[in-house]
């Protein structure tokens, strides 16, 4: 064999993969099925070492199932739609589609030469309108199922860009592109009833038992089930229609603390209010901020007094006031609260504010009664002693407190116990051009119609413009103006587009018939779904995975899917982030200035590492001086200073190229990198000197392979049964390993298999069995070099279609063990003896050792220590 060239063993395998449609999923119901699947990617047009790990890891999967013998769906498709190719058609002009399309055709050609184990044929962007108009279809069934409804919210408004702005669009208050105050604004909106799915969605997680634990958790937190106590404060002075105010609290034992009652600017009583000046001006102030939970409990809390009065429902006589508060939304519970400062911080700090009275209900078990420095908020499990209330002065823990309170309530007439959940119906309205249009037609005389399924898809318009704020499609009459499908009257097309969420909430159920002419493929969807394994980052871990979940319902619902599918994906896996050091300097003005990690040199003198902007060579005169130098680069402007690793940012510029890599390097060695270095769920630090290290490894095989390959027919050698012992245990350990995620787990095995192999003097056929098994495990990480190994060494056919080895379990149980020989304290040999040998005998065969030997160099022996089964410990 020639010296190891990846740029051209590479192209080669990959050629001869196409052509033989290796990787191509076949329908095949004599074989299981495998579904293997990697979140799918935005095209931003360049891929990341992120990309890199993510989708090794799904590769590594998919070609061990294939080599098992199962039929395997790996996939690939593209997030496509979305404000970035919008905001890109404004700054740079151009068209959204085609800046998307370039960037999927830029993307696709960098992961290629990355020789992922993909069916090509299946793929799909979700800006097709082959999928998005399936997708329209659905939306359609799903509003006949009752699904989908239309009703007024409170959104973020961005007034210049002048269209609703995504939770996480919102920056401090402002529009994350235009920089302008983003107001709450009402607006007609389409949703998804997820909300019906509640307790479904909450108790189906205990079934996932291969998701992690934290993912479960995130999940459960945010559908957010509660029990409280719902009941009705009765009003004193409010407007007519107002008799009482309706209030959902999870801590009805903290009633005989409340000092305040308090509504959302958004509820109906404050609409009612605000042909008053001043609360018109006080709503005002409200809606310039978010509409999130998240952003009201950051933001500064404050309230209106209304002047209207409630009657406490335990004492008549006992009125709290009623104010307009920031901090309270429409959507959760009733939009009205009580405020209990002693029990509740942010209530502590509203009544603190406004000069409230502050009561404590209860205080720690021991404690006594005494005035608040800020409020005291047990954990439910916590035992407490009431000091005021209907509970008396009974020690109770939260959990018994509010069960008692929601059972006195009942008991008294004055409220009932109410189960609520957290999570809110999904709003998928949102007024851009590049999104999936939804398909309804609105009619002065039908009112809202859906659009004919014969019409679909309802296609976007290529001649937009971007020189307005807005979305163009209210602006384009030859496609909002349309007949209705109904009457046939004048209308006008619905002209908000849909949530990309929605998008990504179905593509792994499209992706088992691609080019179906309905959503999904009845035989197709039953065959291949469940996904077996689904690999993503932990950033996804809320919505798109609940979102997804909801869909799966809703597509069964629908008659979509089967029910089996309404859990889509069997197993999840997030993994960590690549990382990098960054290189930062400061400009005349003292703002930093970030550079590439191939625009600095880094030295090591003197055991101190120095990184420099740019290509610089230390002058001779300074070596001996490091300080001086460094002085001298200082002063030059040159001395970089280094942030630890973090998160690769383009911002931060600490980003790895991984065509620099591939190009230098090779594919195999940027996939066994970032497969080697950390357990797949943490992160892993890139560094130049692992990849250096990876290459070299690899060449080190490429010659282990060049040697055997050059062995003599009838060489005998020595050792064919150890060798073969170990070749069993790598087959064991690797399977196990990939199997359990462990990618590093199972480098590590190839490691010691081929240090092992390096060593082995076992006979011509042992050796060259041993190699091919050795290209086999290699194959899921590294399948490049793997088939020039298999090929050379005359195995049959395309090592990636190869059966996977198996491995004996008689040759797993080891008779003999191998003892590290430590002399003075520092390992210097090791031997292979029986497990049974006695110490006596086990003495001898290691002070025979030739490496012992030298070591000693002829000192006396003063001890030998045989540790039966670990260690032998020599003292010279």
């Known amino acids: 064999m020639s010296r190891y060239d990846p740029a051209s063993i590479e192209p080669k395998w990959q050629k001869a993969w196409d052509e033989a449609n290796t990787f191509a999923a076949r329908h095949d119901p004599a074989k299981p099925k495998y579904y293997v699947l990697e979140m799918f990617p ?207 609290t999870t801590r009805p034992d903290t009633l005989m603390g409340a000092s305040f009652a308090a509504i959302s600017p958004d509820h109906p009583l404050a609409k009612v209010l605000e042909a008053d000046p001043a609360v018109a001006a006080f709503l005002a102030k409200c809606r310039m901020g978010g509409t999130t939970a998240e952003a009201l409990e950051t933001a500064e809390k404050i309230g209106f007094d209304t002047g209207i009065r409630v009657k406490h429902p335990l004492n008549p006589d006992w009125e709290l006031p009623v104010w307009i508060a920031n901090f309270i939304l429409m959507d959760y519970g009733t939009g009205a609260i009580f405020g209990c400062p002693a029990h509740d911080q942010r209530d502590f700090d509203f009544a603190t504010k406004y000069g409230l009275p502050i009561k404590a209900v209860f205080v720690a078990e021991g404690a006594e009664d005494a005035a608040l420095a800020e409020a005291f908020v047990p954990m439910k499990s916590e035992k407490v002693r009431f000091v005021r209330g209907f509970a008396g002065a009974e020690v109770q823990t939260g959990d018994e407190a509010i069960a008692a309170a929601i059972a006195h309530a009942e008991a008294q007439g004055y409220g009932k116990g109410v189960t609520k959940f957290r999570l809110r119906d999904w709003g998928v309205s949102r007024q851009r051009y590049w ?24 296609e976007l318009p290529y001649d937009v413009s971007f020189d307005k704020p ?58 291949w779904m469940n996904v077996d394994q689904y690999i993503g980052g932990i950033e996804h871990a809320i919505l798109h995975l609940l979102y997804s979940r909801f869909f799966a319902r809703a597509m069964h619902a629908t008659g979509h899917l089967p029910q089996r599918a309404t859990e889509p994906f069997n197993a999840l896996f997030t993994q960590g982030m690549v990382t990098h050091e960054i290189y930062k300097t400061t400009d005349d003005r003292g703002r930093p200035v970030y550079h590439l990690p ?110 055997i390959g050059e062995m003599p027919v009838d060489h005998t050698g020595e050792g064919d049964d150890e060798l073969t012992r170990a070749t069993h245990k790598a087959v064991d350990e690797v399977t196990r390993s990939i199997e359990g995620f462990a990618f590093n787990k199972a480098i590590a095995a190839l490691y010691g298999f081929t240090n092992t192999l390096h060593k082995a003097n076992a006979s011509t056929p042992v050796m060259k069995e041993a190699i091919r098994t050795l290209a086999k495990l290699m194959s899921p990480m ?46 210097r040999a090791e031997i292979r003896v029986p497990k049974d040998m006695p110490a006596a005998e086990v003495e001898k065969i290691a002070l025979a050792d030739e490496d012992v030997i030298k070591f000693l160099a002829g000192q006396p022996v003063k001890k030998i220590i045989v540790v039966p089964g670990r260690i032998i410990n020599v003292v010279a």
């Open 42 to 248: 935005y095209p931003s047009g360049r891929i990341h070492m992120g990309h890199v790990r993510n989708y090794t890891m799904g590769d590594v999967v998919a070609r061990t199932k294939l080599a098992q013998g199962f039929s395997v769906l790996h996939p690939m498709g593209w997030d496509a739609f979305g404000m970035p190719a919008e905001n890109a058609a404004m700054e740079r002009g151009g068209h959204p589609k085609d800046w998307t399309y370039g960037n999927i055709a830029d993307m696709r050609g960098q992961m290629k030469p990355l020789g992922l184990s993909i069916d090509w044929s299946r793929e799909l962007a979700t800006c097709d309108p082959e999928y998005y108009g399936q997708q329209q279809a659905m939306f359609l069934d799903m509003m006949e199922k009752g699904l989908v409804y239309r009703k007024a919210a409170v959104v973020n408004w961005d007034p210049v860009d002048m269209t609703v702005l995504a939770n996480e669009q919102v920056i401090d208050g402002k529009g994350w592109r235009s920089g302008a105050a983003v107001e709450r604004r009402e607006l007609t909106q389409w949703f998804f009833k997820i909300s019906d799915y509640s307790e479904d969605l909450l108790n189906a997680l205990d079934g996932l038992k291969d998701w992690p634990e934290k993912v479960r958790l995130m999940q459960a937190n945010w559908i957010g089930k509660s029990r409280g106590l719902q009941f009705a404060f009765e009003t004193v002075g409010a407007p007519e229609g107002f008799d009482s105010i309706e209030v959902y």
């Open 782 to 827: 590294t399948p490049h070099i793997a088939e020039s190994i298999w090929s050379y060494q005359g195995g049959a056919g395309l090592c990636a279609t190869a059966p996977w080895p198996k491995a004996d379990p008689a040759m797993l149980v080891d008779d003999s063990v191998t003892l590290p020989i430590q002399i003075n304290g520092k390992r």
């Open 435 to 458: 999104g999936c249009p939804i398909p309804v037609v609105h009619c002065a005389t039908c009112g809202v119609v859906p659009e004919k399924k014969e019409n679909l898809p309802v």
């Open 598 to 707: 191939e625009d600095v040199t880094v030295f090591t003198i003197a055991d101190r590492r120095i990184v420099v902007r740019g290509n610089v060579e230390p002058p001779l005169d300074m070596v001996d001086d490091v300080d001086a130098w460094i002085r001298a680069l200082a002063d030059e402007g040159l001395l970089v200073e280094v942030i630890p690793s973090a998160k690769m940012s383009k911002s931060k510029k600490n980003v790895v190229d991984p065509m620099n890599i591939i190009a230098q390097f090779g594919a195999d060695t940027a996939r066994w990198f970032v497969m080697s270095d950390s357990p797949p769920e943490r992160d892993v630090e890139w560094t130049a000197s692992g990849a250096e290290a990876t290459y070299k490894h690899l060449s080190r095989v490429w010659s282990l392979c060049s040697r």
């Open 470 to 527: 807005g979305n163009p499609l209210d602006r384009h009459p030859t496609w909002r103006d349309v007949p209705c499908p109904k009457c046939g009257a004048a209308a006008k097309r619905e002209t908000d587009t849909m949530d990309t969420f929605v998008d990504s909430s179905w593509y792994y159920a499209r992706f088992t018939a691609p080019r179906a002419k309905v959503p999904t493929d009845a035989a197709e969807v039953d065959y």
